[in-house]
């Protein structure tokens, strides 16, 4: 049935009315966009911006193979001069690349932490999930200023949830994306900024598509994670991704969040049951008691 929500050919004359069509010789899909250019990039970035979350396809699914995607699609030499730029620019961020100590703790390392300090949190972590906190780029070897940021950032995203108080949940990540965002281009110029932003823009372009048309009370809670994540994320002394965890690792959780500006932190626990707002698969999924967390 046709809808009565109907465009007129005036909307259409107004904002395409600058339209003008290029020719080419080419026998395949061509744009000024090496992104646009990508053939398995549209249909991933088409597919997860669309579709809906089942117990087939977690939330997650193709995140390893779009980020794959647009690192293959970097400039990297372009990227490498900026990083001496910003390491001549910023003390902070050349004092992070040059002391290279990777946040990669094993439960030996923090089995003897005092309660309430960071190593404490860490070693509970692992314990009740299993895991450590590689995600991405294990077998990358450190030899360069490069292969310290891959390295390192993939280490600390469990820990920037601990500290932030966002935790591993819907709202949480959509928060913590955010207060990156945030911090990164207040801290970096544009360019690298947006570089180190180039996957979180992703997640976020897709949760707050997929959530706006399919989850509606996912959606209202993805505004109020965005607003707080960025709230917190300007107040960062420095991004949490040049952040030396092992320097911190004794200290209590209020301490470090005092000491790096991390503020305000929402109540512990505030968000744990939104992975239900969005997950099909999940076995509570849109109980009409979880419709009320996210008001």
Known sequence: MQTQAQVGEGERAYFNGGMRKIETNSSTLVSSSKY???????????????????ADLPNTAYIP????????????????????????????????????????????DVEDCAPGTLGARLHRWMVESGYELDLFYPEIEV??????????????????????????N?????????????????????ELACYFNRVQTYLKAKTIMKDG???PEASVLNLEAEYLGAEQGRNWKIPLMIV??????????????????????????????????????????AQPAMMAAAE
């Open 213 to 215: 048309l399919h989850y």
């Open 244 to 285: 030396d965890w092992r320097k911190y690792v004794d200290w209590k959780i209020e301490d470090i969040r005092e000491e790096l500006g991390i503020f305000p932190v929402i109540p512990e626990g505030a968000w744990d049951d939104t992975n239900k707002l969005c997950d099909e698969g999940h076995a509570d999924y």
């Open 65 to 108: 193979e779009v980020v794959q995607i647009l690192q293959n699609l970097e400039d990297f030499p372009a990227i490498m001069r900026l990083f001496e730029e910003e390491k001549a620019r910023l003390p902070e961020f050349r004092e992070w690349l040059e002391n290279r100590n990777l946040s990669n703790f094993k439960l030996t």
């Open 143 to 168: 030899v360069k200023d490069f292969t310290f940021y891959l390295r390192q950032s993939s280490l600390t995203h469990d820990i920037e949830h601990m500290i932030s108080g966002f935790g591993p």
């Open 170 to 190: 819907h709202g949480g990540e959509i928060a913590l994306v955010n207060a990156n965002l945030h911090s990164r281009v207040r801290y970096f110029r544009p």
């Open 36 to 54: 646009l250019n990508h053939p398995e990039l549209r249909a991933l970035i088409a597919q997860e911006m669309l579709r809906r979350n089942g």
